[in-house]
C-alpha cells in the first residue's frame, strides 16, 4: 500500500517543515532533558550522602575465609578507617612473645597519621564535580542550546564513568605496589620494616593486602627481622636480628617450617624504602561494603542515564557521539 501526503508540498517547503519539525522535537527534549537532569541531581545528592563522614560508620568482618591468618575488623567513617583490631598468623610474621598472633591496630593518638582511602575521596570530587555541571546546565548557562547541553551531557558522563571505575579499582587505578603502601605509623605499635599493608577498594569493597618482604641482592633473600618484646619501634633494616632467635624464626632460617604458598609476585623484585626486595610471603583478603556498593549501583545507573540522554540528543542534531 502506498501512502502518500495530501496536498503534496513543494520541495523547498517540504525541507523548510522538515526542519521545523526537527526544532520542535529539539525544544521538546531540551525541556525534557532538564527534568532529566534534576532526576540525575537526587541521585548523585544520594551518593553523596553514603560518602559523608557519619557516625558510627560502616564497621568491616576483615576475616580470611579458609585460614586463621586474619582475623578482625575496621570502621569506615567516610573516606577515612577511624579504628581497627585485627590478628595476624602469618607464616613469615612471628608474633611477639607471649602473644599468640601479631596484632595490627589502628592507632587511636592525636599525633598518628590518618589512614584515608584516597580512592573514596577521589570518587567523592569526582561526584561533586558531576552536581557542578548539573547546576551549571540548569542554572548558569543556557538550556535550550543544544550545542552547550551536549557538552555538559558529556562532560557528566566522563565524570561518573571515571568515579565507577575509581570503585572498581585495579592496577590501573591506585597503580603498582609498592607506590601505595599504608604509613607504618598508622599502627599501633608501628609495624616492622620487613612488614608491608595496602588498604584499597577493589569492586567496591574493601581489599587488605599484607606483605612480608625480604631484602634481595641478586643472591639469597635475607628475612626481615623478628619483632622485639616490646614491638615499641620499627627497624630501618632488613637484616636478620641474631640476638633474638626464637623457636619459629630458627625453624625457618634451618628450612624445617613450612613454606609459604606460592603468590602472584614470588618471582618479582621491587624497589622498597631505596632497597631491592622480594615478597616472600602475600596475604589478601577482601570484605564487602555495602554503602560503597550501593554508591557504585547508583553511578552505573546514572551513567546509563546519561549514555542515553547524549545519544537522543546526538540523534535529533543529526551528529554522532564521537563527534560532540
Known amino acids: 500500500m502506498l501512502t502518500t501526503v495530501r496536498p503534496r508540498l513543494p520541495k523547498d517547503e517540504l525541507i523548510k517543515e522538515e526542519q521545523a519539525t526537527l526544532e520542535r522535537e529539539l525544544k521538546w527534549l531540551l525541556n525534557s532533558l532538564q527534568e532529566t537532569l534534576s532526576s540525575l541531581k537526587s541521585g548523585l545528592e544520594e551518593c553523596v550522602a553514603l560518602l559523608e563522614p557519619t557516625q558510627p560508620g560502616s564497621t568491616l568482618v576483615i576475616s580470611s575465609v579458609k585460614s586463621e591468618s ?3 575488623f575496621i570502621t569506615r567513617v567516610g573516606t577515612r578507617v577511624v579504628k581497627g583490631d585485627i590478628q595476624l598468623r602469618l607464616q613469615t610474621l612471628p608474633p611477639p612473645r607471649n602473644l599468640p598472633s601479631y596484632p595490627l591496630r589502628v592507632s587511636t593518638e592525636p599525633t598518628a597519621p590518618p589512614l584515608i582511602l584516597t580512592q573514596l575521596s577521589t570518587v567523592r570530587n569526582l561526584i561533586n564535580q558531576a552536581l557542578d555541571v548539573v547546576d551549571i546546565s540548569t542554572w548558569t548557562g543556557d538550556p535550550q542550546d543544544a550545542s552547550f547541553i551536549s557538552g555538559q ?14 570503585l572498581k579499582g585495579g592496577a590501573d587505578v591506585v597503580g603498582e605496589w609498592p607506590a601505595f603502601t599504608v604509613d607504618e605509623a598508622i599502627f599501633s605499635p608501628p609495624l616492622p620494616s620487613h612488614f608491608a599493608i595496602t588498604l584499597t577498594i577493589n569492586e567496591a569493597s574493601i581489599l587488605l593486602t599484607l606483605r612480608t618482604i625480604e ?86 545507573a546514572l551513567e546509563h542515564v546519561v549514555a542515553w540522554a547524549r545519544t537522543s540528543l546526538a540523534v535529533v542534531m543529526g551528529q554522532n557521539e564521537d563527534d560532540e
Open 70 to 72: 586474619v582475623k578482625g
Open 153 to 166: 551531557l558529556r562532560l557528566l558522563f566522563e565524570l561518573l564513568q571515571e568515579a565507577k571505575q575509581t
Open 215 to 300: 631484602h634481595y641482592s641478586g643472591g639469597t633473600p635475607s628475612s626481615g627481622a623478628r619483632p622485639s618484646s616490646s614491638s615499641s619501634t620499627a627497624s630501618s633494616s632488613f637484616a636478620p636480628d641474631f640476638s633474638s632467635i626464637s623457636t619459629f624464626s630458627l625453624r625457618h632460617r634451618l628450612g624445617l617450617a613450612p613454606r609459604p604458598p606460592e603468590h602472584d609476585e614470588s618471582d618479582r623484585t621491587f624497589s622498597f624504602k631505596g632497597r631491592q626486595v622480594r615478597v616472600k610471603e602475600k596475604v589478601k583478603v577482601e570484605s564487602q561494603d555495602p554503602s560503597l556498593m550501593a554508591v557504585m549501583a547508583k553511578v552505573s
